[in-house]
């Protein structure tokens, strides 16, 4: 996993942010607030996540589906690149 290794510290600080925005929710939770709060964080914790997992698609897609040497043109660089806009619409 090359690709995960050149963004380690980019992706441990979005699991670092994740990590507290999970233990604001269950702040939440211990003290008994009120639900539209708890589903506030729970819903961008879930943002977060989603952006994670996206992102990591993403270098996996550009990682092995594309040749560095390809031209911009290339239809298989094309093919990733429009892949990769999909996934920001359905995961971001």
């Known amino acids: 996993m090359g690709h995960v290794a050149r963004e380690k510290q980019k992706l441990l600080n979005r699991i670092k942010r ?6 604001a929710i269950e702040r ?3 003290a008994d607030a009120d639900c539209s709060r ?4 729970a819903t ?6 989603d952006g994670f997992i996206a992102e990591v698609i ?7 589906m594309v040749d560095p040497a390809a031209a911009p043109g ?3 660089r094309m093919a990733a690149e429009e892949l990769v806009a ?3 619409t359905y995961l971001t």
């Open 18 to 23: 994740m990590r507290g925005q999970l233990e």
């Open 74 to 76: 290339d239809p298989r």
């Open 38 to 41: 708890v589903l506030q964080q």
């Open 44 to 49: 961008a914790a879930r943002g977060a996540l």
């Open 58 to 64: 993403e270098d996996h897609i550009r990682d092995t």
């Open 86 to 88: 999909i996934l920001h």
């Open 28 to 30: 939440a939770i211990e």
